[in-house]
């Protein structure tokens, strides 16, 4: 692969090198907050006096010089920061203790040499594509100031497409990753479910991931690279010696398949087609394979894993919080969580364990499919956006999003890998996401593919009227 370094392989090179040092990066970082977050609204829980203290024991030769030294870093509010208190975008959470501790991934990050500077914006407990909440209120794109960032990790998605870091953690039950990656233009990665280390449980306990988006390539699997690892305490984390055998193919895919839709969820809106074709049409060109074109119910059957995704995740989550507690504070929460929360309070155990087994359905279904070399092609997201607070027109009321927007969640119910890589735009302004799925544990693969993309056909690496880091530091590549 030929594609140039990225902004965070660059500059964390460059503070282990000393020609830069950790302070300048992460003083160049807050101000790029104090200069855009304003509008952007995609910080919280600030705390840039103790990073410019961890920032000069870099430079002093404090901190073990870590592949990503120096790195100015978001923790998004659903990971444990220590010292820090996780809110999880909700009023509910408003006097949470600071965790004392932090999660697996701001660990792993921090052990690598990160800097958090601040938390990210999400939904409220993580559980919408738009991210707007009564605790933080609403996030906004860079690339369009009116429309959603996408969620759940829509804080950290847009802090990346306008510069302000250089890694923003994210996490992935649903599309969380996928979805901000597509609407922001970033490269982004559900790993396979098991590949990075999960504690404590996610509310969503077998779909949820953490998992890289980033602005190139290269930067996307040196921060793979970081996170993966097994965790005790998750009993479907893989073996160490799988992390360090994940490269299973190389080369070019055997098989390609692309399909508008996974479920029945309808046609799609003009303009995501024809920018699903453009981009399929691209891809198969550069992979030099032809493309099988599949009709929605062609994938699966016997079931709807995105109907499935609703019934288990909402009923998980209730669950998680406490059926007491999320009736007694039903009042407090917005209004989309109000509509989520609900539906869970109403799942009973038989059609939980029913969805639960037909989860194996449709695993073995798209193993069948895929094999042991094929790619599907989908779009990341079925729509061309929607307003920052979660409306699709202008005279909508605020509720969740429908259904028919979303074309994620089939991979974190069967646990496959999949990456959003961005090919093209929408009229609404925003990058065209085109969502890969592989096989399990071809995680890297699908990394190389986007490598390739990127190659030939290179994305901006920020929003229009943004600078990056190392734009403003004089170290772009």
Known sequence: MTQSRGPLHALANAVRAKTLSAHDLVSASITQIERHDLLLNA?????????????????????????L?????LVKDLDDWAGHPTKKGSLTLAQVAPATSNGVVPSRLLEAGCVVVAKSTLPEFAIEGFTANLATGITRNPW?????????????AA????GLVLVATATDGGG?????????????????????????????IDYSTDGPFATSTDDLRLLLDVMVGPIAGDPTTAPRVLYQNLRRHEGRPLYLFAAERTSPLGPLPHDVRRALHEAVALFSELVGRPVQWLESNEVFHGGDPDLDWFTITTSEHVSALGRPWVIEHMEDFHVATQEYLRAGLN??????LDARRRRYHYVRQLDELLGDDGILLTPAVASTGWYAD?????DAPVHGLAPEVYSTAMQNVTGNPALSVPVGRLESGLPFGLQLTAPHFDDARLVDLAALVQDVHPWPRYAPGYQGLDELLGLRD
């Open 144 to 156: 369009n100031l009116d429309l959603s960032p996408g969620g759940s990790s829509g804080g950290s």
């Open 347 to 352: 799942v009973n155990i038989t059609d939980y």
């Open 43 to 67: 910080t919280t829980e600030r705390g840039f006096d103790d990073a410019l203290a961890r920032a000069r024991a870099i430079d002093e030769g404090h901190v073990a010089p870590g592949v």
């Open 69 to 73: 030294l120096g790195a100015p870093t």
């Open 159 to 162: 802090a990346l497409a306008a």
């Open 176 to 204: 969380s990753v996928r979805i901000p990656a597509s609407l922001c233009g970033l490269v982004g990665l559900k790993p396979t479910n098991g590949l990075i280390g999960r504690w404590p449980a996610p509310d969503w």
């Open 390 to 394: 979660g409306r699709i027109t202008p």
